[in-house]
């Protein structure tokens, strides 16, 4: 992306060749994931709702109406107008993942997303991660581990690692990383953050394993 037109266009050129040589040897789904992370969950299907210029969403469980944010983006929208400043703005162009939230059960960068399209809609932020007793356990396992420094990247990352054990519970060290690769942390580096989300999926998934009743 940051390369030169030159390189890009070379680029570009050598991708397209190999994708047509794929196409014409019938093989272009060779390495390809039979089921990829989304980053997404089923989410009740929501009828059209007539848009007036205020944007009305259900935001971490409660309904909000945002008066000001028709233009704007979704991040801007829930940190000026909700007053939820936890999604972060770290580069407003889709290249960091500081501002993930959740819309209709998508992880989603939420300053690419108009504000608008929440409407009608549901968007839980990291504000709304925790229960009102306890912090999801991948919260907790981001504590045990240490996993961070400035904190700055950790709402994006909770929020889509927390989207994956919501699709994958049993998640694997390579989905964990998949489901972090639009998530960049600038300090902390991702060792301590991947152990964290497989600690947090051996606790999802101990949890739900039904208690053994000794004889
Ligand atoms: S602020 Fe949205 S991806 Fe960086
Ligand atoms: S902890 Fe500082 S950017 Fe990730």
Not at 20 to 28: K, N, P, S
């Amino acid at each position: 992306m940051r390369g030169s037109a030159a390189y890009r266009r070379r680029a570009i050129a050598a991708t397209l060749e190999s994708a047509l040589e794929r196409i014409a040897d019938g093989t272009e789904a060779r390495g390809l994931e039979i089921a990829p992370v989304l980053l997404e969950t089923p989410a009740p299907s929501r009828p059209p709702k007539p848009f007036h210029g205020t944007i009305e969403t259900t935001i971490n469980g409660h309904l909000s109406r945002l008066h000001d944010a028709s233009h704007k983006s979704l991040l801007d929208a829930l940190r000026d107008e909700a007053g939820l400043t936890g999604a972060k703005e770290g580069c407003a162009e889709g290249e960091c993942g500081a501002c993930t939230v959740w819309l209709d059960g998508r992880a989603v960068m939420s300053c690419l997303v108009p504000a608008p399209q929440a409407h009608g809609g549901e968007v839980v932020t990291i504000e709304g991660l925790a229960s009102s007793v306890e912090l999801h356990p991948l919260q907790q396992a981001f504590i045990d581990n240490a996993a961070v420094q400035c904190g700055f990247c950790i709402p994006g990352m909770l929020m889509a690692g927390a989207k994956l054990l919501d699709e994958r519970p049993d998640c694997s060290l390579d989905e964990a990383q998949v489901a972090i690769s639009g998530n960049i942390c600038r300090c902390t580096g991702y060792k301590k953050i991947l152990a964290a989300m497989l600690d947090a999926s051996e606790a999802i998934v101990e949890r739900a394993e039904p208690l053994e009743v000794s004889a």
